[in-house]
């Protein structure tokens, strides 16, 4: 099985340990996404609607770059750091998926990163 590592300057730049994802198997995996901006490196956004908006258009971004898009977004997990912005981050969700949306997966973040609310993984049809 072949894997190509996917870039794209549109979305933050992963740290050393990892790629913003990877295409395998007629798959996209795209790693946990954070709201921060691509061109700035920070997190810009404050509210959890905000930072949900930024971490879809990262994935859009990325996705793109390997040949695929949102609509074929077929898993995600859903990183949160306080679970009860849950509603908010569901109110920018049905937004961007507001029929047949991808299966999805909760968790609570296991650190605590300044001003993050949220982060985002995906799995993608390639």
């Not at 946990?32 to 990262?58: F, K, M, Y």
């Not at 074929?72 to 997990?77: D, E, N, P, R, Y």
Request: net charge neutral.
């Amino acid at each position: 099985m072949t894997r190509q590592i996917v870039f794209t300057t549109r979305a933050p730049k992963p740290p050393a340990t990892y790629s913003q994802a990877v295409k395998a198997a007629g798959l996209v995996f795209v790693s946990g996404t954070s709201p921060h901006n691509p061109a700035t490196g920070t997190v810009t956004a404050t509210t959890i609607q905000e930072q949900t908006r930024q971490c879809l258009t990262n994935i859009a971004a990325i996705l793109e770059e390997a040949g695929s898009s949102l609509d074929k977004i077929v898993s995600v997990t859903v990183v949160l750091a306080d679970e009860d912005e849950f509603g908010g981050m569901n109110e920018e969700w049905l937004k961007w998926f507001p029929s047949n949306p991808p299966a999805r997966q909760g968790a609570k973040l296991p650190v605590r990163i300044p001003g993050l609310k949220v982060s985002i993984a995906a799995i993608a049809e390639a």
